[in-house]
């Protein structure tokens, strides 16, 4: 009789321990855990920049984010001016914004008063 192509499943099917099954599902376990933080850091970056959108952010010069967000896409920011903030949104922008330098100025108010004062001809 010949034998078929065919196979409809293996011969021997591999064989996997207990405690083989235990470590995998453990370090599975371990890299979602981390992957959902990653993923968490840059919701919390997102929602950052919606509900301070009035607050310049400056992404030039190019400034990098961390590499793990950079594989996810994010954007890295250089400069956050934080003259309308208080202390707990500076703590939550340098947690989150950890390439970027946090500076305590605006710079459209000095554009401003720079262009106001204008002088004669």
Known sequence: MISPLYHSRPERWPQVSL?????????????????????????????????????????????????????LGEAGIATIYTERLNENEIADAKRLFSEADIVAADPWRNLQSQAGKRSPP
């Open 19 to 71: 405690r083989g099954l235990f470590v995998l599902v453990a370090v599975l376990g371990v890299f979602l855990a981390w992957f959902g933080a990653q993923l968490k850091w840059v919701h919390e970056r997102h929602q950052f920049r919606r509900t301070h959108a009035s607050i310049p952010m400056n992404p030039l010069p190019p400034a990098f984010a961390p590499q793990v967000l950079r594989i």
